[in-house]
């Protein structure tokens, strides 16, 4: 079984950054993909990253140059870092681990 924790959300202007983390428990978090999804409030889930178990990495086409995600697997966390950050981006964040997720942080962008 994983638990994740996610953490790092809050307030930020517009051009901003924020470094989201998410810290997973369990011994099988090596073998899996790592993501990292949003949803914005009225709308559905959506993948913003993920990174494989080689480091393979994937982006939404709407954060690509300006997010960056990657893992730590003797720590077993996942790191999200936000920059340029546009009020679009406004969401809950959650990370997930083979099916498993955590309880999202907050991410909140003013114009």
């Known amino acids: 079984q994983v638990q994740l924790v996610e953490s790092g959300g809050g307030l930020v202007q517009a051009g901003g950054s924020l470094r989201l983390s998410c810290a997973a428990s369990g011994s099988v978090f090596r073998f899996y993909a790592v993501g990292w999804y949003r949803q914005a409030p009225g709308h559905q889930r959506e993948m913003v990253a993920t990174?494989?178990?080689?480091?393979?990495?994937n982006y939404a086409d709407s954060v690509k140059g300006r997010f960056t995600i990657s893992r730590d697997n003797a720590k077993k966390m996942v790191y999200l870092q936000m920059n340029s950050l546009k009020p679009e981006d406004t969401a809950d964040y959650y990370c997930?681990?083979?099916?498993?997720w955590g309880q999202g942080t907050q991410v909140t962008v003013s114009s």
């Open positions: 990174i494989s178990s080689g480091g393979r990495i």
């Open positions: 997930s681990v083979h099916s498993y």
